[in-house]
Structure formats: C-alpha cells, structure tokens
C-alpha cells in the first residue's frame, strides 16, 4: 500500500483529476457511438460539423436519425450515468466521512429508501417533478436522521457497527413503508412503472429533464468538492477538527444536505442502485490515500465513468437489457469483498 | 506596564450530569511561561483545557487577550492558540505531511486548497521537530512518540505562539519523553508559551516556569515549581511519600517506599 501512496505534491493531484476527466469523456464518447445501432466515426463528425458550424454535409434522413439516436436517446442517458454515478460516489465520500465511519453510504444510511419511498408518494399524488423531487429529498433526509438517531441509542460515543445497524433499521422502515404504497398502487399502470423505476434504470430518461435535474446535482458535487479539506478536519473528530479552527457543527449539517440532496435527485432520476456509494470511495482511497481533497473530486469523476461503463455493459453485453441497479449489485459485492481484504491497510 | 496575560480564567464552574468538576478555578497564562498542570486523574485538568479551548461551556469567565472567549469563533481561537491532543486512532489513512497541512486550513478561503506556501510552512514544520523524513509516512502507523511529533508539527504550521497540550508524554517512552520536554523547553526560550497538563512532578520541576495543583476541581497552589511541589503537596494530593532532593539547583522528586 506505500507503494499506491504516492508523494502528495499538487501536481500529482491535479494529474490525477485531469487523467480521469479525459478517461471519463473517452468513456462517454464511445458509449455515444455505440449501441444497437452504431455510429461510425466520419458520419458522427459530419453530424457534429452540421450541428456546430451548419455544414450540411449529411444527408437530411441520417440527421433525423442522428437526432433521434444521439439526442433522444443515447446523450440523455450518458449524462444521466455520469451525473447519477458522480452524485451517488461523492455522496459516499461524504457520508463516510462525515460519520467518521467506512461502512457507510447512501445507500446504507437508508438515504435512498428514503427517497425511494418520497419519491414513490410524490409519483402518487401529483404529476410535478418539483414535489416528487422535494418528498424524495425530505424524505431521504429524514431517513439518515433516523439511522443517526438509532445509532445512537445507548451510546454517547460515535459507534461504527451501531450507525450500520440505524441505517439498516431505517432502510427498511423506509422499504416497508413503499411496500404500503406499492400495494395501493394500480396494479396496471403506476405499480410496473414504480417497480421498474426503483429497480434502477437510465433508460427513461428526457434530455431536458435531465439538464434540469443536473443543476442541484452539480451543485452539490461541487459544493461537496470544495468543501474536502474541511472533511480532513472532521474525520479527526469534533472537537479536534474545532481546535483546528472550523464551525464543526455548520459543516457537517452542509454535508449532509449536499449529501442527501445529490443522491435522492439521483433515486428520483434512476431508481436505486447501490454499492457505487460505497465501493467507489473505497478504491480510490487504496489506490491513492484518504485526503478529501483529492477524494471526493476523484470519486465524483470515477463514479461517473463507472456507472457509464456498467450502463454500456447492460446495453451491450445482452440483447435483454438488464436494470442497472442489479448490475451493479453484481459488480459491487465482489468488488466489496475484495476491498475489505485490503481495507485496513485504508483505514489505519 | 503591566505584563497582561494571553488567558485569563477567573472564578470557573463546571459541572457534567450534576457532579461538580470544576468549581472556582483562575488561571493566568503569561507570554514564554510553561506552565504545568498537576494534578491526580479527575481533578479538573482536561475539563479546563477543554473550556479554554470552548470545547465546552461552563460558568465563569475565560479571557483571551483581554476579551471573552465567547466572542471568539473557532476560527479566530485557532489563530492564537494550538492544541495538541494525546495521540490517538484516526480511522483514514492519511500521511503525516497531510496531517500537518491540516493545521493550516483554518487560514484559508471557503474555496482555496493549500498552496504551495502552505505546503513549505508545514515543510518547514516537519523540518523544526526533526521529523521531515516521516512526511509521506502514514499517520497510523507511526510510533506514539512520532505521533506526538507530528501533532506538534501541526501545531507549529498552525502559526501560532501559545499550545495548549494535553499529556503531551503520555505512552511514550523514556526516551521521547526527553525529547519532547527538551524541546518544549527549547522552544519556551523562542518565545513560544505552553500550558502542558502532566501526571509527572519531576517533568514539572525540569522543564516548567510555573506549576498549578489542581485537587477535585480546584486550583490548590500556583507558583514556582520548586516552591509548589513539596512533599506536603505530593502526600495530599497523591497520596505518595516523597523527599524532594536538591542537585545543584535542580530538585527531583524521589518516591519512598516502606
């Protein structure tokens, strides 16, 4: 692990986030070419030089078909996978750091049953995005105060194990709690969508709602990005991180909205898929070291190319198209599992 | 002129789930002075620490340069005084020249990263406790002593002149224990001021220019060391037989068993 734990010099730091941004845009302009139907590369160039400088060097049936393949469908859907993938990682990031604790994530913290569950009310009652979208993000955050609340029964000291268990307590208050309205659901219309949807799926999405959702989400990316030094101070504990010279309490109630706010827009965009909170965070960590100011910028660009690469795999690999949520189950698990072997070496 | 203290404690109470920890306790901490704080376990120490730092809150008044430490932010408390912890566990993984930078965050702006300057201060840092070759090593697993070190490190890069520690010695053995009075004593005579709790009356007598006794929650005596740590006060507030030898002008305090 000294090995992977290079020299902290900025411009190392600075590498690392512009390698993975230029990884994570090859990413994403491959999976705009591929698919079902591909898009060889002169004919791409030719609709880009139309679109940009009105060069009409393409016939006018491709440009219909371009428009549909590339807007309709494949560009919502690569900026849905990195925006969801870099809320859930950042927000991973966070929680762990700001519990002190590597276990958990949004989805352990029960964020996104949360949200899952607020979501799913708010697709009942009314048809604006605005009110689905802010039940999803009440609600999330009502489900991590509970696991915190939990947590904390009994214990006046900050407990890992104690915090995992308030999480999955309120994760499943959360599940039981859609289960009721999943049962009221119309069995014809509103239940399939409500399942398919928490399943986890990238493919329903509007470029233009997309865009929408994209703003409070790279908002708190970056507010959470810009905000990583400070979580090197929290990690060390409240009252160290005070002599240090911070406002403890007003960073971390910050955090914890950013935190919330990215992945439950995240639930409400493409149901719930787990693990990338968790394993994302985990890996750079091992491959590079813990400091926040590098972590949480590096998880947001890794968890954006990681759920692109899984959403190409799903589109890809079968001719059935599997829901992402599972998907990265499949992938997530082992990969934990590999992580937790090596995983003192990050902690300690 | 008179000299006016960096902090000022006067007439302090504090109490924790109804039991009294602290009651009456003043406190004056001068420039360049190392002042030891003695005292058994529970007497008070860590408490008032924590309340100069407003780690806690408690009845009375807390003076730093004149003025009530209520009006200051965390922010502007960390730019006069450092404190350093006893060593302990941190859960991530982080390298000893990121701990030590972590002593200049409260100087920056809501959006700035450490700048090189920054990183030549805690450089620098490492360099004047004599620990620059453990920067890339990681925090965790150091030895206590390295530890300690670079908590000071990070107290130095704070840029500040008055440290506050607690049990600075504590789990480190007899030879870093040296060490670091030594150079708490070297760094005393650069104009640095050091309020220090210690379980040790000898450490107090080597290193210290005044000693404070505290005994359930009290300041019991305040002055030079030598003239503070007699025999009387080791039996009252230890509850140890001792003689207090002379060599040279340096007293120690030697235990007797029977």
């Known amino acids: ?348 | 002129m008179e000299l006016k203290p960096i902090i000022e404690v006067k007439d302090l109470h504090f109490s924790y789930k109804k039991s009294q920890v602290l009651c009456g306790v003043d406190l004056r901490l001068f420039k360049g002075e190392v002042v030891s704080l003695l005292g058994p376990n529970g007497c008070g120490k860590s408490t008032l620490i924590k309340l100069i730092l407003k780690l806690l809150h408690g009845n009375g008044e807390i003076l730093l340069h004149e003025k009530s430490i209520e009006e200051y932010s965390h922010k502007e408390i960390a730019s006069h005084i450092a404190y350093i912890p006893q060593y302990h566990h941190v859960p991530f993984g982080y390298s000893a020249l990121e701990m030590v930078l972590m002593g200049r965050v409260s100087k920056l702006g809501i959006f700035a990263s450490p700048s090189s300057h920054d990183h030549f201060i805690a450089l620098e840092a490492l360099k004047k406790v004599g620990i620059l070759d453990l920067k890339d090593r990681i925090f965790g697993q150091l030895s206590g002593g390295q530890k300690q070190l670079v908590l000071f490190a990070r107290a130095i890069a704070q840029g500040v002149d008055t440290f506050i520690m607690d049990e600075p010695v504590n789990g480190l053995d007899y030879g870093n224990q040296m060490r670091l009075l030594e150079f708490i004593y070297k760094l005393s005579h650069e104009g640095y001021t050091f309020l220090k709790t210690t379980h040790y009356p000898d450490h107090a007598l080597l290193i210290s220019s005044r000693t404070v006794v505290m005994n359930g929650g009290k300041i019991i005596s305040d002055g030079q060391p030598g003239e503070v740590i007699t025999v009387p006060m080791i039996q009252d507030v230890y509850g140890v037989n001792a003689e207090i030898i002379t060599h040279d002008t340096h007293k120690r305090c030697m235990p007797i068993f029977r």
């Open chain 1, 1 to 348: 692990m000294a090995m992977l734990h290079f020299l902290f010099d900025r411009t190392k730091q600075k590498r690392y986030l512009v390698v993975g941004t230029v990884i994570l845009t090859a990413i994403a302009a491959l999976s705009l070419l591929l698919g079902q139907y591909p898009i060889d590369f002169h004919t791409f160039i030719a609709y880009l030089n139309y679109k940009i400088y009105g060069i009409a060097d393409i016939e006018i049936d491709t440009l219909a078909l371009m428009d549909n393949i590339i807007l309709e469908i494949r560009l919502p859907r690569i900026l849905l996978a990195i925006l969801v993938g870099a809320a859930l990682a950042t927000s991973g990031a966070v929680f762990q750091a700001m519990f002190v604790n590597p276990l958990v994530s949004p989805g352990i913290l029960g964020v996104l049953a949360g949200a899952s569950f607020g979501a799913a009310c708010g697709m009942l009652i009314s048809e604006q995005w605005y009110i689905v979208q802010a039940l999803a993000f009440s609600f999330g955050f009502i489900a991590v105060g509970f696991a915190v609340l939990v947590g904390s029964i009994g214990t006046n000291s900050r407990s890992t194990v104690m915090l995992v268990l308030g999480g999955v307590i309120s994760s499943s208050l959360f599940t039981s709690l859609l289960s009721i309205i999943k049962y009221a659901a119309d069995p014809y219309s509103s239940l399939p969508a409500i399942v398919y949807w928490l399943m986890g799926s990238l493919s329903m999405a509007k470029l233009d709602e997309v865009l929408i959702v994209a703003i409070p989400i790279l908002i708190s990316i970056f507010g959470m990005i810009f905000m990583g030094k400070y979580f090197d101070l929290l990690s060390l504990g409240d009252e160290e991180a005070k002599s240090l010279g911070i406002n403890v309490k007003l960073i971390r109630i910050v955090a914890i909205i950013l935190a919330t706010l990215a992945s439950s827009l995240s639930v409400v965009m493409a149901g719930i898929i787990g693990w990338v909170g968790l394993i994302i965070p985990h890996i750079i960590r091992l491959a590079i070291g813990p400091s926040h100011r590098l972590l949480v910028p590096l998880s947001a660009i890794v968890g954006g190319a990681f759920l692109l690469l899984a959403d190409a795999v799903s589109r890809l690999a079968l001719s059935v198209e599997i829901p992402i949520g599972i998907l990265t189950s499949l992938i997530g698990i082992p990969v934990f599992i590999m992580v937790l072997k090596n995983a003192r070496a990050a902690w300690n």
